[in-house]
């Protein structure tokens, strides 16, 4: 439902600015101007659900460096976009490819929480293991995307993204618990420019193989 409503306030938004980049219905193009500013409507929602992920990730990483009381509070917010995203392939792989999407990212969480946890409490051995299962689970990820669109996300290139993504944030989460706070801000802006990259080519390889749905 969320996923619904961040798109339809995309669309109205964007119907304002559309007519000024795009020729008017009156020029013969307005199937086209249709087609282009769903295309947008979903690249931004696409946004907000991938910037939701790293934005509330980043506040359970503080909330756990400073044993802040909406520790629990925060990490059930941040399990609830996974499912937000997980929802928002089924309109084009289906319900249980949505719902396996969302298995994978709560372990993704899951696991990223046991490793910030070992680090804050010195545990090397457990970092070591939590470590081995996150980046694991995070291959799994890349899998089972590049299985659902092999042309437009090489298992290799899915797989480098993903890892990507992991390697910038236990950057962020390291420096945070250094408390270097220079370092911490360098690095969540890394994982932002990297998480929008990420959302950008999802969308846009969901939307070369389904392209009857944004029409």
């Known amino acids: 439902m969320r996923v619904l409503m961040i798109t339809a306030v995309l669309v109205l ?3 304002v600015a559309i007519p000024v980049l795009l020729p008017s219905p009156a020029a013969g193009q307005g199937s086209t101007a249709t087609v282009l500013e769903k295309q947008f409507a979903f690249r931004n929602a696409m946004r907000v659900l991938w910037e939701d992920h790293i934005a509330w990730t980043r506040l359970y990483i503080v909330s756990v460096a400073a044993e802040l009381p909406d520790k629990d509070a925060t990490a059930g917010r941040l399990l609830r976009n996974q499912a937000d995203i997980g929802n ?10 949505g719902d396996k999407l969302t298995t994978l990212l709560r372990g993704h969480i899951l696991t990223a929480a046991e490793l910030l946890a070992a680090a ?3 545990d090397t051995a457990k970092v070591g293991e939590a470590s081995k299962r996150w980046y694991a689970n995070a291959d799994e990820i890349a899998a089972f ?6 042309r437009s996300w090489p298992l290799a290139e899915m797989k480098a993204m993903m890892r990507g993504h992991l390697d910038l944030t236990l950057e962020e989460a390291s420096a945070r618990l250094k408390g270097d706070w220079a370092a911490d801000i360098a ?12 959302a950008d ?3 846009a390889g969901i939307i070369r193989q389904f392209p ?4």
Do not use: E, P, T
């Open 120 to 122: 804050k409490a010195g």
């Open 145 to 150: 995307l590049s299985g659902a669109n092999l």
């Open 13 to 15: 938004s964007l119907s």
């Open 212 to 215: 009857a749905k944004f029409r």
């Open 88 to 97: 928002a392939i089924k309109l084009f792989y289906g319900g249980a490819a």
């Open 201 to 203: 080519m999802l969308s």
């Open 187 to 198: 690095a969540y802006d890394k994982v932002h420019k990297q998480i929008l990259h990420m």
